[in-house]
C-alpha cells in the first residue's frame, strides 16, 4: 500500500540545526516534495527531489533516497520563525500523479 | 500580484445546508485541486481538475461537487451529504504539466469550515 511516514513533533533551539524525516512506500515514485506550514495558515513550498541526493536552498536542504524510500529535512541556524509544521508528500505515477500526503511535524523552536 | 485566492475564511454553516467555497487563480495554471485538511492527518485529495471542463475524483470526494467551467475558477460545494464537513479547506494550483519538476502545487489561503 501507499504509506508516508513522518514524526508528529520535534523540538529544537533557536540556532541549531533539526533534521525532519519522511519514509515513504508507492508503489509509483515520481518525485518528493516538502512544505511549510504554519498554523492556520496554507502550505507553501520548500523543496523537490526526483534524484537521490541533496538539494541546497539556502538555511533549508533536502535529501532523498530512493533505494531506502526515505528522505529528511534539514533546516540549519534556527530562527523562531521556522515554528512551524512540515509537511512531506509523494508524487505517485499509479495514482494519477496525485500527490500522497504525509501527516506532517509540528517543530516548536525554544529560545 | 499573481495568486490563488479563496473566500470566505471563515465559513459557519447549519447542518443540512449545502455551502460553495470559492477558488480563483489568475498564475494561468492549467490544473487545480482541493484538499481537506483535518487535525493530525495528512492532507487528503477530493477533487482535481486538468483541463476547463474536466475533473476527477480524489480519495474523499462522497459528499462534495465541483465545477469548472473557466480556467480560473474551481468552486467546491460541500452538500448535506458530507457527513462530517467541519474542516479546513485548501485549494491549489499547478501548471499542469504532470511528472515534471515544474508541476508543483501552490495553495491558497484556505477556507475553514464549521458546520453548526
Known amino acids: 500500500g501507499q504509506n508516508i511516514d513522518q514524526p508528529t513533533e520535534m523540538t529544537a533551539t533557536e540556532g541549531a540545526i533539526v533534521q525532519i524525516n519522511c519514509t515513504y512506500q508507492t508503489s509509483g515514485f515520481n518525485g518528493l516534495f516538502w512544505y511549510q506550514q504554519h498554523a492556520g495558515e496554507a502550505p507553501t513550498f520548500l523543496s523537490y527531489?526526483?534524484l537521490d541526493g541533496l538539494e541546497e536552498k539556502g538555511r533549508f536542504s533536502s535529501f532523498l533516497s530512493r533505494s531506502k524510500g526515505y528522505s529528511y529535512l534539514l533546516l540549519k541556524e534556527l530562527q523562531m520563525k521556522d515554528s512551524a509544521s512540515y509537511l512531506c508528500?509523494?508524487?505517485?505515477?499509479?495514482?494519477?500523479?496525485?500527490?500522497?500526503w504525509g501527516a506532517g511535524t509540528k517543530l516548536i523552536i525554544k529560545p | 500580484d499573481g495568486g490563488i485566492t479563496q473566500s470566505p475564511k471563515y465559513l459557519f454553516r447549519k447542518e443540512g445546508q449545502n455551502v460553495t467555497l470559492s477558488c480563483e487563480q489568475n498564475?494561468?495554471?492549467?490544473?487545480m485541486y482541493w484538499y481537506r485538511q483535518d487535525p493530525g492527518q495528512g492532507l487528503r485529495l477530493i477533487y482535481y481538475s486538468q483541463i476547463v471542463n474536466d475533473f476527477q475524483k480524489g480519495d474523499i470526494a462522497e459528499g462534495y461537487s465541483v465545477s469548472r467551467e473557466k480556467k480560473e475558477s474551481f468552486p467546491l460545494t460541500v452538500t448535506s451529504a458530507q457527513k462530517n464537513p467541519t474542516a479546513f479547506y485548501l485549494c491549489a494550483s499547478s501548471m499542469g504539466d504532470r511528472a515534471s519538476r515544474t508541476d508543483t502545487q501552490y495553495f491558497g489561503p484556505g477556507t475553514r469550515l464549521t458546520v453548526l
Open positions: 498564475l494561468n495554471h492549467d490544473a
Open positions: 508528500a509523494v508524487r505517485d505515477r499509479d495514482s494519477n500523479y496525485q500527490l500522497i
Open positions: 527531489n526526483v
